[in-house]
């Protein structure tokens, strides 16, 4: 079974450019999931979709970040303008199905190589 | 909303020694805990997970962990460590409750711990 693929795997900017990652993950996984991790730090949930809607994006920046699953397949996250301070791993995962609605269903979630964001 | 804690960053062992890494979470309510991987080079990956039952849990490689409620830890054991565990090792929090509490399927994770394992 093929897991998540994210491209690029390193990217550097200079602050105040634009950058995307992109993600796809597993097949036939309806829940997928952005997380940010700051070196010293573990991930941060910045977004989280079920199928092409979002279900939880609470902790995403969203006056500079931006997020989409259009097709409710793969993924792009998108900084506009990048700061100093979002040089970090991003990492996407999925996992088949959000957990039921009282919670008590978790579904494993499986994590891809990441991208290595550096910006100047 | 819950958060997680993890007191030991940097961890150095020799093989054959045993390993216990702290994990400390605050949420009032029912949790799913787990512990996660990150080999060198390699993708975040599941180690073990507790949901209920019995507080003890195996996971893989000979790793276990023990949930004890009343202290709201969630730490990970292994009693003879080998090289090839060098790695960094996450303890995450899943609140059950749904997602008006924060729950639903989202896991807050620990600073991480960083363990070397020497020959």
């Known amino acids: 079974e093929a897991g998540v693929a994210q491209s690029p795997r390193y990217k550097i900017i200079e602050k105040r450019q634009s950058v995307a990652f992109w993600c796809n993950p597993i097949?036939?996984?309806?829940?997928l999931y952005w997380y940010q991790q700051i070196l010293g730090q573990g991930p941060k949930l910045l977004i989280q979709?079920?199928?092409?809607?979002?279900?939880?994006d609470s902790q995403l920046p969203k006056d500079r970040f931006s997020a989409e699953r259009l097709k409710g397949v793969d993924s792009t996250l998108k900084i506009q303008p990048a700061k100093l301070e979002d040089s970090a791993v991003y990492l996407c995962?999925?996992?088949?199905?959000?957990?039921?609605?009282?919670?008590?269903?978790?579904?494993?979630?499986?994590f891809g190589p990441g991208t290595r964001l550096t910006v100047l | 909303a819950q958060s997680v804690s993890q007191h030991n960053h940097h961890v150095i062992l020799s093989e054959a020694a045993s390993l216990e890494l702290g994990c400390n979470y605050s949420?009032?309510?029912?949790?799913?805990l787990f512990w996660y991987v990150q080999y060198p080079g390699q993708h975040l990956q599941l180690l073990l997970k507790?949901?209920?039952?019995?507080?003890l849990v195996k996971g893989i490689k000979g790793f276990e962990a023990e949930f004890i409620k009343s202290k709201f830890s969630f730490n990970l054991r292994k009693p003879s460590v080998q090289w090839s565990d060098t790695a960094e090792y996450f303890c995450?929090?899943?609140?059950?409750?749904?997602?008006?509490?924060?729950?639903?399927?989202?896991?807050?994770f620990g600073t991480g711990t960083q363990l070397k394992v020497e020959l």
């Open positions: 995962a999925s996992s088949p199905r959000l957990a039921g609605g009282d919670g008590t269903t978790y579904n494993e979630q499986f």
């Open positions: 097949s036939g996984h309806a829940t």
């Open positions: 979709f079920q199928n092409n809607g979002v279900v939880d």
């Open positions: 949420y009032g309510g029912t949790v799913n």
């Open positions: 507790y949901f209920s039952g019995d507080p």
């Open positions: 995450a929090v899943n609140a059950v409750g749904g997602l008006l509490t924060g729950g639903g399927n989202k896991l807050t």
